[in-house]
């Protein structure tokens, strides 16, 4: 890993792995999470499983929580060395011209969405950690879409989770297609296919969670 990350074409191609593991990962955890749109049981069922099956718990929880992790503090440390290798004149020249306004900001994006990390692990996570290990609680499979459901009763959350994904899908749509460039997936007949699959992913998946947000509201 020190290898992979000592140079600035190790760091884009670590950061690149990484950002492919989330983009997996938002595909599970959405299709989790819409199966509560679907009725309550479904969503039971696969939440009391995620809850207590060891491997999840014990691995792939932390495998997660280090690509995260891992993703967010070498994606400030690439930018900032990036703004330290610009020239002076840089600053004055018209970028808007030659990138778009997210390639310029993913920075910010990024930021807004580690914020709504932090507030989703309170709701959830820390929930999680509180209901079964501090108030050692016994197990009740029937608790997780009422807790959800819960969770966006007020309007003040519901409508900063929105603007979090709108967000999350900008970060998405230039950052889908730079990890595959990271990693060198470039070709004349493979390119337009990444940029089309990329659109769609950053549209489909915020998406998604805002259904879920706003339904979750509506039916109060």
């Known amino acids: ?119 989703h692990m309170y709701d959830f996570w820390w929930h999680e950690i509180n209901f079964k290990y501090i108030e050692r609680n016994e197990v009740d499979n029937l608790r997780y879409w009422g807790e959800l459901h819960e969770r966006f009763a007020n309007p003040v959350r519901v409508i900063f989770y929105i603007i979090a994904f709108i967000l999350l899908g900008l970060h998405l749509a230039h950052g889908f297609q730079s990890s595959f460039q990271s990693v060198g997936a470039r070709h004349p007949k493979y390119t337009p296919v990444i940029k089309a699959i990329g659109k769609w992913y950053s549209i489909l998946i915020p998406a998604g969670f805002i259904i879920i947000a706003v339904y979750h509201y509506i039916t109060q």
């Open 1 to 119: 890993m020190a290898g992979l990350t000592s140079s600035t074409i190790g760091r884009k191609y670590a950061m690149a792995l990484s950002a492919m593991f989330l983009l997996i990962f938002l595909i599970m955890h959405l299709t989790v999470n819409f199966l509560s749109v679907l009725g309550p049981d479904a969503f039971n069922t696969a939440s009391d499983f995620m809850g207590y099956n060891p491997l999840i718990q014990f691995i792939m929880q932390p495998v997660l929580g280090f690509a995260v992790i891992f993703h967010f503090v070498m994606g400030f440390i690439l930018e900032i060395r990036n703004r330290n290798a610009r020239p002076t004149k840089y600053a004055v020249n018209n970028g808007a011209a030659n990138s778009t306004w997210t390639s310029r900001n993913m920075i910010i994006s990024g930021l807004v969405v580690l914020a709504f990390l932090g507030l």
